[in-house]
T-cell receptor, first 120, second 113 residues
Framework: GAVVSQHPSWVICKSGTSVKIECRSL??????MFWYRQFPKQSLMLMAT?????????EQGVEKDKFLINHASLTLSTLTVTSAHPEDSSFYIC????????????????FGPGTRLLVL | GQNIDQPTEMTATEGAIVQINCTYQ??????LFWYQQHAGEAPTFLSY????GLEEKGRFSSFLSRSKGYSYLLLKELQMKDSASYLC??????????????FGKGTRLHILP
């Protein structure tokens, strides 16, 4: 089946630094990638939709200047948490879907393994 | 707004059957997913319902009623490894760029021996 990777899987950083998380689709081209955040014992909260070659669409309440998303190619999207603070500590998960935006979805959304961020 | 409700926690016994309910009120509906998520891991796909009715896949079945905004996930012959969170998620959006999945808070299922 399709594989989505994330790097790094774990990151610990000091408050005020920026952290970049990569999401790659390894064996398919992903027109659309999604970034989620999950706090302990909470469900996944969609942060933004990343479309290749265009600006990301952010969900209400998510600061686009703090969470920078770049989807420069059909296999890579990056999420940069700028000036990270302890409250940004969370589990960040990306997912990717192949094919055209708005096309058949069904079960073709593949999740990455997640990145656990701890900001000290 | 988007609202997806499911019980926070459930407990069942190994070998038994459990039904996890999900109700939703969303702007747009293009299908309902169920995912399983073990602690510290990413979700894994279980089922996807677009039409009303029951979809059976091995020990897991998923039911959808679009008119009632209701779905359930049925797990049979429970095994200890089924202890996990089960996430109900709805695909919403009416235009290509709005296509996305909204997750419920998840139901933590505890299996007792």
């Amino acid at each position: 089946g399709a594989v989505v990777s994330q790097h790094p899987s774990w990151v610990i950083c000091k408050s005020g630094t920026s952290v970049k998380i990569e999401c790659r689709s390894l064996d398919f081209q992903a027109t659309t990638m999604f970034w989620y955040r999950q706090f302990p014992k909470q469900s996944l909260m969609l942060m933004a939709t990343s479309n290749e070659g265009s600006k990301a669409t952010y969900e209400q309440g998510v600061e686009k200047d703090k969470f920078l998303i770049n989807h420069a190619s059909l296999t890579l999207s990056t999420l940069t948490v700028t000036s990270a603070h302890p409250e940004d500590s969370s589990f960040y998960i990306c997912s990717a879907t192949p094919g055209l935006a708005g096309g058949p979805f069904s079960e073709t959304q593949y999740f990455g393994p997640g990145t656990r961020l701890l900001v000290l | 707004g988007q609202n997806i409700d499911q019980p926070t926690e459930m407990t069942a016994t190994e070998g038994a059957i459990v039904q996890i309910n999900c109700t939703y009120q969303t702007s747009g509906f293009n299908g309902l997913f169920w995912y399983q998520q073990h602690a510290g891991e990413a979700p894994t796909f279980l089922s996807y319902n677009v039409l009303d009715g029951l979809e059976e896949k091995g020990r897991f079945s998923s039911f959808l009623s679009r008119s009632k905004g209701y779905s359930y996930l049925l797990l049979k012959e429970l095994q200890m490894k089924d202890s996990a969170s089960y996430l109900c998620a709805v695909r919403v959006g009416t235009r290509n760029r709005d296509d996305k999945i909204i997750f419920g808070k998840g139901t933590r299922l505890h299996i007792l021996p």
